[in-house]
């Protein structure tokens, strides 16, 4: 489990495609404080630590996973919101999440708001009956409030505002216009969209 709130950026400096893709990331963690075969969100992919060294950390990526995130994210040089998982006893600061991405958007717009910047992201349909707004979203491992969500003839779009701190902590503050990003919607809405649906069977 984690909860949205990024503690360091890290950065993908090898790749090596084994069976699986095999990355190092460079981290700023104190890796001695992290176990062999810990989790570790990745820009929202909970991943299992496989190696280690003094300031990086390496994970396996599944096909299954490169097939269901994010493209471009696993690119050598590219940067990654990173989060260890949530202890028993720390402060849940954002919101509920699990590392499991549930679908890919993408970025359709990027304009200033005040000292903050509106982001608009068109999302799967299949996740839009379970995003309203005022309701959590996780974008690229970032907790979010979604500000508003519109289902027009293009396809849902949410909006999110981005303040100036988690632009600067985390890879948000760069985003453009075309860039995929990894959604995971609020865990509560999966469940109830799961319930509902097998109600109506």
Not at 81 to 91: C, P, Q, S, Y
Not at 114 to 141: E, F, H
Request: aromatic letters at 2%; one cysteine or more.
């Amino acid at each position: 489990m984690f909860t949205g709130i990024v503690t360091d950026l890290g950065e993908i400096v090898e790749r090596e495609q084994r069976g699986d893709l095999r990355l190092r990331i460079r981290t700023g963690y104190d890796l001695g404080t992290v176990a062999m075969g810990a989790s570790i969100a990745c820009s929202g992919v909970c991943l299992t630590v496989v190696d280690k060294g003094d300031d990086w950390f390496a994970v396996d990526v599944s096909a299954e996973t490169l097939s269901r995130t994010a493209r471009a994210m696993w690119d050598q040089g590219a940067h990654l919101n990173l989060e260890r998982a949530l202890r028993v006893g720390d402060e849940l600061g954002g919101h509920i999440v699990t590392g499991h991405v549930d679908g890919v958007g993408e970025v359709v717009s990027v304009s200033p708001e005040g000292d903050s910047t509106r982001i608009a992201v068109q999302i799967p349909g299949d996740l839009a009956p379970a995003v309203a707004a005022k309701g959590s979203i996780t974008l690229d491992g970032v907790s979010l409030t979604v500000n508003s969500v519109d289902d027009g003839h293009q396809g849902t779009v949410l909006t999110v505002n981005i303040i100036p701190h988690t632009a600067a902590q985390t890879t948000l503050g760069g985003l453009t216009e075309g860039r995929q990003l990894n959604v995971e919607i609020d865990v509560l809405a999966r469940y109830l969209e799961r319930m509902l649906k097998a109600r109506a069977q």
